[in-house]
T-cell receptor, first 113, second 116 residues
């Protein structure tokens, strides 16, 4: 079953603009992770945010987490052509003793030169 | 540090044939996952191992899929017999933490399976 749901499903912006993607989930979580998948490449971990954290930064990436709304956002600043990829959020539910990573369907981001 | 190794990268088989995928996780990673990813969708967990024990295989179609992780290191996933709807990318991932709670998962390049 899918826990996370990304929004929008697809996003197309000009190079240099900021891109924001959102993720909503259903159950309380242990942590939430964002991954990137380029065409022809595997999934690459971007950032992990724990349930007791509200914001995290990594380079041009900023992730926020609102556990009261069960949602997270990923902001990519000053986008580049190389950021073109699909972005997935994945959660580990705090109610799952197996600590499975549950994935959303992803946001497809296209950066236009 | 070497990443997660998977082979083969691509496989084309006819329906009703069998196929096997291999995965070697990052050294020392206790948790190993097999995912199925259909084009345009997020990964779907097939099976999760903790060392050489199965933690969760609730979404594994056990009438045709099987997986093992002998000695708690590398793993194989088998499909027998394959159906057209098994066409997908099969991803292997591993994570360091015993219960995968605070660490990210590292993914292999995947095996793209086409069943014709």
């Amino acid at each position: 079953s899918q826990q996370g749901e990304e929004d929008p499903q697809a996003l197309s912006i000009q190079e240099g603009e900021n891109a924001t993607m959102n993720c909503s989930y259903k159950t309380s979580i242990n942590n939430l992770q964002w991954y990137r998948q380029n065409s022809g490449r595997g999934l690459v971990h971007l950032i992990l945010i724990r349930s007791n954290e509200r914001e995290k930064h990594s380079g041009r990436l900023r992730v926020t987490l609102d556990t009261s709304k069960k949602s997270s956002s990923l902001l990519i600043t000053a986008s580049r052509a190389a950021d073109t990829a699909s972005y997935f959020c994945a959660t580990i539910s705090s109610m799952d003793s197996n600590y499975q990573l549950i994935w959303g369907a992803g946001t497809k981001l296209i950066i236009k030169p | 540090e070497a990443g997660v190794a998977q082979s083969p990268r691509y496989k084309i088989i006819e329906k009703r044939q069998s196929v096997a995928f291999w995965c070697n996780p990052i050294s020392g990673h206790a948790t190993l996952y097999w995912y199925q990813q259909i084009l345009g969708q997020g990964p779907k967990l097939l099976i999760q191992f903790q060392n050489n024990g199965v933690v969760d295989d609730s979404q594994l179609p056990k009438d045709r899929f099987s997986a093992e992780r002998l000695k708690g290191v590398d793993s194989t996933l088998k499909i027998q017999p394959a159906k057209l709807e098994d066409s997908a990318v099969y991803l292997c991932a591993s994570s360091l933490d015993r219960w995968g709670t605070h660490t990210e998962a590292f993914f292999g390049q995947g095996t793209r399976l086409t069943v014709v």
